[in-house]
């Protein structure tokens, strides 16, 4: 038997890398405190000859929203997939419908028309079951500001139902990310812009969900954190997770992302490979694309 370095997936055979992640395998069990995989991360037994296949993880189709019946449509058939492994960013200027597809797909806005599945499940049929496989860390940040840092993250595990031991176990592995300290132990009232934006991104990632989505997720973050926020999208994405997450932020965009899909005035209207792009042309400047595509319009 081996096992993956990285995320801990065990095999049965003499596999030499991981097929989830492209890690060296051993025949030692890793002892996962230096990749925060042994608690956070799923391990499942790949039997010998199987080799895991991507699944699609979110399928919008035809997504279309309006907030009222006389207003103009804020988002007008938007469909994108996101597969296990992949980190998919949306770009677009302020008001494109970027929040407003997040809101969406997370179950907060109904929508006039189209479909969104969440690991198979109908966000409008299956809600729940829907839900229970994504995080989701808004782009105004709300946090119960009444509780501690620490009840509140003990609030969003008994909610996803998260065992008490596994929970201890996470919540370390987090904190060697975010690095709240003493202070989640203080009143979320207390805290600073950046210190709320990490709090809500602990509760949000507590359960280990499938799909984590994030709007504008950088904003407030100090440098040392925002390194190692990016660091740990790589991770968990490689330990077959998928992220959604929205920004203005074009370097990190193209340092983080698989794929970008790019809205305009609610529209979709591109779905880009910065993987492909990178590796054909790795002097693309995505600044100049954004903004050539925007005096276009």
Known sequence: MTYCEHCGVSFSDDTEKCPYCGSATSSIPPTYMNTMSQYFYNSPMVPAGERPKRKEVVSVKGLYKKYSKKANWAVTNVSFSCYEGEIVGLLG????????????????LPYERGVIKICGQDIRKQPLAAKANMGFVTDNHAVFIKMTGMQYINFMADVYKVPTELRAHRLNALEKVFQLGSAINNLVSSYSHGMRQKVCMMGSLIHHPKLWILDEPMTGLDPRTMHAVQEFMHKYAAAGNSIIFSSHALNTVAKLCDRVVLIRKGQQINDLNVKQIMATNPYFDFEEYFLRNERQS
């Open 93 to 108: 200027h302020n008001g494109a419908g970027k929040s407003t597809t997040l809101k969406c797909l997370e179950g907060m």
